[in-house]
C-alpha cells in the first residue's frame, strides 16, 4: 500500500503537533517495511527526521496555499491509498483522510485563540471530521468531547490511540544536566519548570502568580521558575504578568527549546509544574513521568470528589431543588453532618465532647444556581441541582475529600507485616483510594437518605402564587387575582357545595354577590356582564371551566386546591400558622 502523510508541522517549531508526527514517521519506518510512504514537508530540514526510503515532497507553509490548492494537488500526482493529517484536511482531498484531533478546545475555550484563529479552526476541523474515514485521538476524554461537539454520528470512527513520550526522554545524571543548563540557558540556581507555548489555556499567569506568592511565603528559597515555551500572539501578557509579579528577576523565558535541551532541563529541574486549564492529554506530564521513572514518587489524591445523582423527570427538580436545599439548610445539625461522614456521636446522639474541630454550613447562590455545602475537619458534603434538560433533570450530592486522615482504612502499617491489619488512618495515596471511595459513597447515602423525611407536599404559595399574578387569555391580559381583598367573596362564591354537581350560572353568582334584586332591565344587564366579567377572570386562572354545551361552570381541581387553601388561609389563628411552621 501507499500511504501519505502531512508533515508540515516538521522543523517549524510546532511543538506537539510536531513531536507527533516525528514520532509516527519513526514509528512507521520502524514497524512497516513493504508499504510505500510519501512525506510532504515545509521546513527545508525536516527530511532528516523521516527514512531515506520515504518518498518526500515539499509543501508551502501558508496554510491557505497548502490546504486550499497544493496538497490536493500532490495527492492527485503521488496517489496514495489514504493520507493522515492533524486537524485539517486539504479542500477537494482526493484519497480517504485518517485525521489525528488532539482535542477540541478550540470549540470548548474559543477565548484561548485569537478569534479568526478559532473561526477557522471550526470550520474546517468540522468539515474534516464529516468527511475522515477514520478519526484518532489519544484519550477517552477526547473522544467524549468529539462526540459531545460533531455529534453520535462520528463516533464509530473514532479509535483511541494513548499516546507515548518521546523515546529520546530518559534519565540521565542530573550532575550533567545541571551542569548542560547551565551552560546552555545560564541557569545556576536549583529552578522550578513549566513546559507549553505561552498560550492562554497553558495557564502561565495563573503560574507566576503562584510562584510570587511562595516566594513571598518562604524567602529562603532560591528557586528560580523556567517557563520552556515558543511565544505566541499571548506572550505579551505573559511577559506583563512576570514583569509585575515583583519576582521578575527570579523568572525565566526558555523560548522553544530542542529536543536536546528538553531532556537536559528535566533532569536537571527541582521540580516540574504543569497547570494548563485543558488538555486532550497533556502530553508533557507524560514525558516528566518518562524522565523521572527511576527516581521515588508517591502518588496521591490531594483532593477527592465522589457525587452521586438522583434523575427527576423534566421540570420536576425545579419546585423540588429549593425544598431540599431549605430542609438540609433548616433541619440538619452538626451531629447530623458527622453522622453522614461516619463518625462517632455520644450516647445522646449529640456531638462527642472529645470533637474539637468546626462545622460550617453555608447556602450559596452562583450563577449556575444555589447550593447548600457543609465542611467539616477540611472535607465537605454539598448538594445542588446539576441539571435541567428536556429529557430529566439531576440533582447531585457530593462528597469531597481533601484530610483523608480523619477517616479509617483496614491495613497494615506502612512496612510492616502485610498480615497484621487494624484499622488505622487513611492515607492521602492511591493505595487508599479505594477505601476512600466507599468512606465517599456511604456518605452521600446517608445524605440522600435524610433528605427523604422532606414533606414534598404542594406548599400554599406554589398555589396563590400564580393566581396573584396578570395572564394572557386568548390573546389579552387578564388582570391578577386579590384573593385575600376585592376577590375574596367570588372565590367564596364558587366554591360553595351546592354548585359541586351541576354547576354554577352567571345568575347563581348574580345571587350571591348581590343581596337585593336589579331595580330594572338596565341594572340586570350591568350585573349580568360584571358577572360575566369575573367568570372569565376565574376560567383565564384555571379555577373553574365552562361544561360544554352548556352555560354552567364547574370548579376545576387545581382551582378547588387554590380556593380551599385561601379560605383556609383566612380562618386560621395566628397560633395555630406558628404552630405549623415550627
Given at each position: 500500500?501507499?500511504?501519505?502523510?502531512?508533515?508540515?508541522?516538521?522543523?517549524?517549531?510546532?511543538?506537539?503537533?510536531?513531536?507527533?508526527?516525528?514520532?509516527?514517521?519513526?514509528?512507521?519506518?520502524?514497524?512497516?517495511?513493504?508499504?510505500?510512504?510519501?512525506?510532504?514537508?515545509?521546513?527545508?530540514?525536516?527530511?532528516?527526521?523521516?527514512?531515506?526510503?520515504?518518498?518526500?515532497r515539499h509543501v508551502s507553509p501558508n496554510p491557505f496555499v497548502r490546504l486550499g490548492v497544493e496538497l490536493a494537488m500532490k495527492?492527485?500526482?503521488?496517489?496514495?491509498?489514504?493520507?493522515?493529517?492533524?486537524?485539517?484536511?486539504?479542500?477537494?482531498?482526493?484519497?480517504?483522510?485518517?485525521?489525528?484531533?488532539?482535542?477540541?478546545?478550540?470549540?470548548?475555550?474559543?477565548?484561548?485563540?485569537?478569534?479568526?484563529?478559532?473561526?477557522?479552526?471550526?470550520?474546517?476541523?468540522?468539515?474534516?471530521?464529516?468527511?475522515?474515514?477514520?478519526?484518532?485521538?489519544?484519550?477517552?476524554?477526547?473522544?467524549?468531547?468529539?462526540?459531545?461537539?460533531?455529534?453520535?454520528?462520528?463516533?464509530?470512527?473514532?479509535?483511541?490511540?494513548?499516546?507515548?513520550?518521546?523515546?529520546?526522554?530518559?534519565?540521565?545524571?542530573?550532575?550533567?544536566?545541571?551542569?548542560?543548563?547551565?551552560?546552555?540557558?545560564?541557569?545556576?540556581?536549583?529552578?522550578?519548570?513549566?513546559?507549553?507555548?505561552?498560550?492562554?489555556?497553558?495557564?502561565?499567569?495563573?503560574?507566576?502568580?503562584?510562584?510570587?506568592?511562595?516566594?513571598?511565603?518562604?524567602?529562603?528559597?532560591?528557586?528560580?521558575?523556567?517557563?520552556?515555551?515558543?511565544?505566541?500572539?499571548?506572550?505579551?501578557?505573559?511577559?506583563?504578568?512576570?514583569?509585575?509579579?515583583?519576582?521578575?528577576?527570579?523568572?525565566?523565558?526558555?523560548?522553544?527549546?530542542?529536543?536536546?535541551?528538553?531532556?537536559?532541563?528535566?533532569?536537571?529541574?527541582?521540580?516540574?509544574?504543569?497547570?494548563?486549564?485543558?488538555?486532550?492529554?497533556?502530553?508533557?506530564?507524560?514525558?516528566?513521568?518518562?524522565?523521572?521513572?527511576?527516581?521515588?514518587?508517591?502518588?496521591?489524591?490531594?483532593?477527592?470528589?465522589?457525587?452521586?445523582?438522583?434523575?427527576?423527570?423534566?421540570?420536576?427538580?425545579?419546585?423540588?431543588?429549593?425544598?431540599?436545599?431549605?430542609?438540609?439548610?433548616?433541619?440538619?445539625?452538626?451531629?447530623?453532618?458527622?453522622?453522614?461522614?461516619?463518625?462517632?456521636?455520644?450516647?445522646?446522639?449529640?456531638?462527642?465532647?472529645?470533637?474539637?474541630?468546626?462545622?460550617?454550613?453555608?447556602?450559596?447562590?452562583?450563577?449556575?444556581?444555589?447550593?447548600?455545602?457543609?465542611?467539616?475537619?477540611?472535607?465537605?458534603?454539598?448538594?445542588?441541582?446539576?441539571?435541567?434538560?428536556?429529557?430529566?433533570?439531576?440533582?447531585?450530592?457530593?462528597?469531597?475529600?481533601?484530610?483523608?486522615?480523619?477517616?479509617?482504612?483496614?491495613?497494615?502499617v506502612e512496612g510492616g507485616p502485610a498480615d497484621q491489619l487494624a484499622w488505622r488512618p487513611m492515607r492521602q495515596g492511591v493505595?487508599?483510594?479505594?477505601?476512600?471511595?466507599?468512606?465517599?459513597?456511604?456518605?452521600?447515602?446517608?445524605?440522600?437518605?435524610?433528605?427523604?423525611?422532606?414533606?414534598?407536599?404542594?406548599?400554599?404559595?406554589?398555589?396563590?402564587g400564580p393566581l396573584q399574578q396578570p395572564c394572557q387569555y386568548r390573546d389579552r391580559r387578564v388582570r391578577a387575582l386579590r384573593?385575600?381583598?376585592?376577590?375574596?367573596?367570588?372565590?367564596?362564591?364558587?366554591?360553595?357545595?351546592?354548585?359541586?354537581?351541576?354547576?354554577?350560572?352567571?345568575?347563581?353568582?348574580?345571587?350571591?354577590?348581590?343581596?337585593?334584586?336589579?331595580?330594572?332591565?338596565?341594572?340586570?344587564?350591568?350585573?349580568?356582564?360584571?358577572?360575566?366579567?369575573?367568570?372569565?377572570?376565574?376560567?383565564?386562572?384555571?379555577?373553574?371551566?365552562?361544561?360544554?354545551?352548556?352555560?354552567?361552570?364547574?370548579?376545576?381541581?387545581?382551582?378547588?386546591?387554590?380556593?380551599?387553601?385561601?379560605?383556609?388561609?383566612?380562618?386560621?389563628?395566628?397560633?395555630?400558622?406558628?404552630?405549623?411552621?415550627?
Amino acid at each position: 500500500m501507499r500511504f501519505a502523510i502531512d508533515a508540515h508541522a516538521i522543523g517549524r517549531h510546532l511543538t506537539g503537533n510536531e513531536v507527533y508526527v516525528r514520532s509516527l514517521l519513526r514509528s512507521f519506518a520502524a514497524l512497516d517495511h513493504e508499504s510505500d510512504f510519501v512525506t510532504y514537508f515545509s521546513a527545508d530540514d525536516a527530511r532528516q527526521w523521516t527514512a531515506e526510503r520515504f518518498q518526500a515532497r515539499h509543501v508551502s507553509p501558508n496554510p491557505f496555499v497548502r490546504l486550499g490548492v497544493e496538497l490536493a494537488m500532490k495527492l492527485r500526482q503521488d496517489r496514495p491509498d489514504l493520507v493522515h493529517v492533524q486537524y485539517t484536511a486539504p479542500l477537494g482531498c482526493p484519497v480517504p483522510v485518517v485525521v489525528s484531533v488532539h482535542d477540541v478546545s478550540f470549540l470548548v475555550h474559543p477565548e484561548y485563540f485569537p478569534r479568526l484563529r478559532a473561526l477557522q479552526l471550526r470550520w474546517t476541523v468540522a468539515r474534516t471530521i464529516r468527511s475522515a474515514t477514520r478519526i484518532l485521538t489519544g484519550s477517552e476524554f477526547s473522544r467524549d468531547s468529539i462526540i459531545e461537539a460533531y455529534g453520535e454520528s462520528c463516533a464509530p470512527k473514532i479509535v483511541v490511540v494513548p499516546n507515548a513520550a518521546a523515546s529520546g526522554l530518559r534519565p540521565i545524571s542530573r550532575k550533567s544536566a545541571t551542569a548542560a543548563v547551565q551552560a546552555r540557558f545560564r541557569i545556576a540556581k536549583p529552578f522550578i519548570l513549566s513546559v507549553g507555548d505561552l498560550q492562554p489555556r497553558k495557564n502561565h499567569i495563573g503560574l507566576i502568580a503562584a510562584f510570587a506568592e511562595l516566594v513571598r511565603a518562604f524567602p529562603q528559597l532560591t528557586h528560580r521558575l523556567v517557563l520552556a515555551g515558543k511565544d505566541t500572539w499571548f506572550s505579551p501578557k505573559v511577559r506583563e504578568a512576570a514583569r509585575q509579579s515583583g519576582v521578575a528577576e527570579r523568572i525565566q523565558f526558555a523560548g522553544f527549546v530542542s529536543d536536546e535541551d528538553l531532556l537536559q532541563l528535566y533532569n536537571a529541574c527541582d521540580l516540574f509544574v504543569f497547570p494548563s486549564f485543558y488538555e486532550g492529554f497533556g502530553l508533557p506530564v507524560l514525558e516528566a513521568i518518562d524522565v523521572y521513572k527511576r527516581q521515588q514518587y508517591y502518588w496521591s489524591g490531594f483532593q477527592c470528589e465522589w457525587a452521586s445523582d438522583i434523575i427527576f423527570r423534566p421540570g420536576a427538580l425545579q419546585r423540588l431543588e429549593p425544598l431540599l436545599l431549605r430542609h438540609g439548610l433548616l433541619n440538619f445539625s452538626s451531629a447530623d453532618i458527622l453522622r453522614f461522614l461516619g463518625k462517632r456521636l455520644s450516647l445522646s446522639g449529640s456531638v462527642p465532647d472529645g470533637f474539637t474541630g468546626e462545622i460550617t454550613t453555608s447556602l450559596k447562590a452562583r450563577v449556575a444556581g444555589e447550593r447548600l455545602k457543609h465542611w467539616i475537619q477540611g472535607n465537605s458534603l454539598k448538594c445542588y441541582g446539576k441539571a435541567h434538560t428536556p429529557v430529566g433533570d439531576v440533582f447531585r450530592v457530593e462528597t469531597m475529600t481533601s484530610n483523608a486522615h480523619v477517616f479509617r482504612a483496614y491495613r497494615s502499617v506502612e512496612g510492616g507485616p502485610a498480615d497484621q491489619l487494624a484499622w488505622r488512618p487513611m492515607r492521602q495515596g492511591v493505595c487508599d483510594l479505594y477505601r476512600r471511595t466507599e468512606v465517599s459513597q456511604r456518605a452521600n447515602e446517608r445524605y440522600l437518605d435524610a433528605f427523604a423525611t422532606l414533606d414534598d407536599s404542594t406548599r400554599i404559595t406554589e398555589l396563590i402564587g400564580p393566581l396573584q399574578q396578570p395572564c394572557q387569555y386568548r390573546d389579552r391580559r387578564v388582570r391578577a387575582l386579590r384573593p385575600f381583598a376585592d376577590d375574596y367573596l367570588l372565590l367564596e362564591a364558587v366554591n360553595r357545595g351546592e354548585f359541586m354537581i351541576n354547576g354554577l350560572r352567571n345568575r347563581d353568582l348574580q345571587r350571591l354577590l348581590w343581596s337585593t334584586a336589579p331595580l330594572d332591565p338596565k341594572e340586570k344587564r350591568r350585573r349580568s356582564a360584571a358577572a360575566s366579567r369575573k367568570l372569565r377572570l376565574l376560567v383565564a386562572h384555571g379555577l373553574i371551566h365552562k361544561v360544554q354545551k352548556t352555560h354552567r361552570y364547574q370548579v376545576s381541581a387545581n382551582g378547588r386546591s387554590a380556593i380551599q387553601a385561601i379560605l383556609s388561609i383566612q380562618q386560621t389563628s395566628m397560633a395555630a400558622l406558628s404552630r405549623a411552621a415550627a
